[in-house]
């Protein structure tokens, strides 16, 4: 698979590839014994750290100041010592050194594709990645692919933006790599939803990439066009850009609903290979695949590795980027993880129940902990649920009002029947989040749908700070 196990960057066989019948890509490295592979790791850890270390002024700069350096690293519990990296310090490297940041590891003229962030929610982040990178990436890609249960003989639908957005690229060149045909649809244009029904039903891909919204806003449509998902031929449908993929109602809908398995994935673009968050085919949560992106999995608030079974944010770092390596990158992401094992046979820690929210997405209503991926869990669970929903959080002279919009399915007509379902939700959610909830029932098709990532919670609890309230609550968007 590599000419050498010394090798920094790793060089990778464009040619290897496993016997069909294989479970795993690259079983020297997936099944091995944990402290074994720790020594890898470190070995590729210390040459990561040092190519930084020359070659970026950014990283040298902040080690300095930390009091670390290469000679630091002499083992992986060293690397907690080594301050972390977040997204607005990305942002401000390349507002001070454009495009690319002081971070960039390689002459410009090195690079061999741009994408980035879109810039929606403030300035842009800018993504070069050099050629030998890109095809790391690829063979990455192609290894958990693999792992998913992706074979040469299968076709993937990639339902995705094709634009900056890092996640449709990654999967068309992991799948590319794998030998599997790729079938790059996109998404985002109008119409396009109902194209990919019709190109799906007549060419039957056996793969499926996108966000679970999407997923089930293709549902959606094609049923609106008489055609059963079932017969869309999905056999493995892999999901980044949401946590719905691990939310375990949200995982057996998309199962119930295409007849294929659904398969959680992702991490961050800036970490890209962003897969190396992947589950496996037996969907046991998320492998954390070490060797590639070395994960660790922080207290929020000291950046410290907790031990397994803890809860907290995960921590990255690349270990065969040259470009733009990221070196304990914080997340902002929430999860748990184990060292339980895996029917698969690989020997990775796990997220068990995947990447199940976000530090800055916490709602904290009536001094309990909220987050959107258990409203989602839990409404759709619930029989007679129509597929979308909101979430608006409000203040009430000094009192938090927490809202639950949630569609009812098109059959529930009876108006009893409805008072039922508000109820049943309402009780349900209280027992799994602490507070009682408002539910309000809306019709089937109500909430808009999304093709890209979905947007369901509205806090209005700042205008009632600024005074600016008076009762209105905030517009749909």
């Known amino acids: 698979m590599t000419t050498s196990a010394e090798t920094w960057p790793p060089r990778y066989d464009p040619a290897y590839r496993p016997a069909a019948d294989a479970e795993h890509w690259a079983p020297a490295l997936e099944c091995m014994d944990p402290a074994a592979r720790e020594r890898v790791i470190l070995a590729r850890l210390r040459a990561q750290v040092r190519w930084a270390w020359e070659r970026s002024p950014f990283y040298r700069r902040r080690w300095t100041q930390a009091g670390v350096s290469p000679d630091t690293l002499e083992s992986l519990a060293d690397l907690r010592r080594f301050p972390v990296v977040r997204k607005e310090d990305l942002r401000a490297a390349q507002a001070a050194a454009p495009p690319f940041?002081?971070?960039?590891?390689?002459?410009?003229?090195?690079?061999?594709?741009?994408?980035g962030t879109s810039g929606t929610t403030g300035r842009?982040?800018?993504?070069?990645?050099?050629?030998?990178?890109?095809?790391?990436?690829?063979?990455?890609?192609?290894?958990?692919?693999?792992?998913?249960g992706v074979r040469p003989g299968d076709t993937v639908l990639i339902a995705s933006f094709f634009s900056l957005y890092l996640g449709s690229w990654g999967a068309l060149k992991g799948c590319e790599r794998l030998g599997a045909t790729a079938f790059p649809f996109g998404a985002g244009v109008p119409g396009q939803t109902l194209m990919a029904?019709?190109?799906a039903r007549d060419l039957r891909p056996s793969g499926f990439y996108g966000t679970p919204s999407y997923a089930l806003h293709l549902a959606e449509t094609a049923r609106r066009e008489g055609v059963d998902p079932h017969d869309l031929g999905f056999r493995i449908l892999f999901f980044s850009g949401e946590p719905g993929a691990g939310i375990p109602a949200t995982k057996r809908l998309i199962e119930e609903t295409f007849g294929g398995i659904c398969v959680d994935m992702g991490s961050m673009a800036e970490m890209t290979p962003w897969m190396t968050n992947g589950e496996c085919r037996f969907r046991t949560g998320m492998h954390l695949w070490q060797d590639i992106v070395y994960t660790e999995v922080c207290d929020p608030e000291t950046w410290q590795p907790l031990p397994y079974g803890a809860e907290g944010t995960p921590v990255y770092t690349h270990l065969e980027r040259t470009s733009q390596p990221m070196i304990r990158l914080v997340s902002g992401d929430l999860a748990r993880w184990t060292d339980?094992?895996?029917?698969?046979?690989?020997?990775?820690?796990?997220?068990?129940d995947g990447l199940y929210g976000r530090i800055d997405d916490m709602l904290i209503v009536r001094g309990e902990n909220i987050y959107p991926s258990a409203i989602e869990d839990v409404l759709r669970a619930c029989e007679g649920f129509g597929g979308e929903f909101r979430v608006v959080v409000s203040r009430k002279?000094?009192?938090?009002?927490l809202l639950v919009q949630a569609e009812h399915a098109a059959g529930l007509a009876d108006p009893a029947a409805q008072t039922r379902l508000a109820a049943r939700m309402k009780e349900r959610l209280r027992a799994r989040l602490g507070v009682t909830p408002i539910v309000e029932l809306l019709a089937e098709g109500t909430l808009p749908r999304t093709e890209f990532k979905a947007r369901r919670v509205i806090d209005d609890r700042d205008l009632y700070h600024r005074g600016l309230d008076g009762g209105a609550r905030r517009p749909t968007t």
């Open 340 to 352: 339980a094992p895996c029917p698969c046979g690989r020997t990775y820690p796990r997220l068990p």
């Open 101 to 115: 940041g002081d971070y960039l590891c390689i002459e410009p003229h090195e690079v061999a594709r741009i994408h």
């Open 124 to 148: 842009p982040t800018v993504f070069g990645v050099r050629r030998d990178d890109w095809e790391r990436i690829g063979e990455a890609h192609a290894r958990i692919l693999w792992g998913a």
């Open 197 to 199: 029904v019709q190109w």
């Open 397 to 401: 002279e000094t009192m938090d009002e």
